[in-house]
């Protein structure tokens, strides 16, 4: 941190609801971030108010048990602002901001729309297509269908020529992702793929270099952007779930790109989170190729822990992990930008921070 951190609202304790767990596979890796969050908040000086998601999708507050749905809502509106860390399904696809739109309680993170676009994979893709960002060439395969939405005449329609990738349009984590290179193969692949969602993205290989950058949108409005972050891969296979976890895989801060590439990224990065309707932080994943910059994934509630990717991204370029924290749930607390998702819709109540006011975060 940089400076003195201060707290000044019409609470002496001000109070934020920090969101975790969550009914899908992403439950543990969620609970390690909204862990993180809560230390860096009482860090700060707030009060955190602890909630879980469990597996079931019953709620939990720390030091007292399990609520009814009403007990949890009655728990959030008596907080300034919620800092959800809800990973995946039901949690960072809308459900979890809805909820909080629907309540009057201010938020950190994208709202509904956004949440729910980029959870999609396929619907990231064809709005990345619509603003210019290149992505793979791809076709959705749905629950049932013989035939590829794409077209074609091979084994689900797939007329692209491996090697592919078939994922979940839907999961996180790289949950149900495999490399297929043959077209032999693809019909357990798309099996596999459907262990973690209904829907199936078929891609084309992209041969280039994985490179993330992160956004949020600060309480003055404006967009800041983190390092660049380079993955270290097996150039044939994929960034998968083990290797984001085991420790295995490599990362470069920043990525090493010439000007030209990290405007390129910089430019993409920027032109989806406002295409989506993005608000608070979001990961924006690409391949860098000879040929220019490709979409992988939009990420609008990454891994949040001290040591994940973009709070490494952003202590590169200065901003400190507690720090990060207070300046997102600053920006909540001011009300940038509208967080219903919808156009002309800003005056949900309680999207200002009502209950508490102020500012909490240090000199960011």
Request: aromatic share 4%; hydrophobic share 45%.
């Amino acid at each position: 941190m940089t400076g003195q951190t201060t707290v000044t609202t019409d609470r002496e304790s001000p109070r934020v609801a920090v969101i975790g767990g969550g009914a899908n596979g992403e439950h543990e890796v969620s609970l390690a971030s909204a862990a993180a969050v809560t230390r860096a908040v009482r860090e700060l000086g707030a009060e955190a108010v602890a909630l879980t998601v469990d597996r079931e999708g019953g709620w939990h507050l720390e030091g007292e048990g399990a609520l009814t749905p009403a007990q949890a809502v009655a728990v959030l509106t008596d907080c300034a602002v919620a800092f959800p860390v809800l990973h995946g399904v039901d949690g960072e696809d809308g459900t979890v901001a809805g909820l909080l739109v629907m309540t009057g309680v201010p938020f950190v993170g994208s709202p509904v729309r956004a949440g729910a676009l980029a959870a999609d994979k396929w619907a990231t893709k064809l709005v990345a297509e619509a603003v210019g960002v290149a992505t793979a060439p791809g076709v959705l395969v749905r629950a049932g269908d013989g035939v590829c939405r794409g077209g074609g005449h091979g084994p689900h329609g797939i007329t692209l020529a491996p090697p592919l990738v078939v994922k979940p349009t839907s999961a996180g984590s790289s949950d149900g992702v495999s490399v297929v290179a043959d077209l032999a193969e693809l019909p357990a692949a798309v099996a596999h793929a459907r262990t973690a969602g209904e829907l199936v993205l078929v891609e084309s290989f992209v041969e280039g270099r994985e490179v993330d950058i992160a956004l949020f949108r600060d309480a003055g409005g404006v967009l800041r952007a983190g390092s660049t972050l380079e993955i270290g891969v097996d150039p044939n296979g994929v960034f998968d779930r083990d290797s984001k976890y085991d420790g295995s895989a490599e990362f470069t801060l920043p990525a090493r790109l010439t000007l030209a590439e990290h405007t390129a990224v910089e430019r993409a990065a920027r032109l989806l989170y406002d295409a989506l309707g993005c608000d608070g932080v979001a990961r924006f994943d690409f391949f860098v190729t000879d040929a220019g910059v490709v979409l992988n994934e939009v990420n609008t509630s990454p891994g949040f822990t001290e040591r994940s990717q973009v709070p490494r991204m952003f202590e590169a370029v200065g901003l400190g992990y507690v720090e990060l924290v207070g300046a997102l749930v600053d920006a909540a607390l001011a009300g940038v930008p509208d967080r219903t998702g919808v156009p002309g819709r800003a005056d949900v109540p309680g999207r200002t921070g009502g209950r508490a006011g102020g500012r909490l975060g240090g000199r960011a």
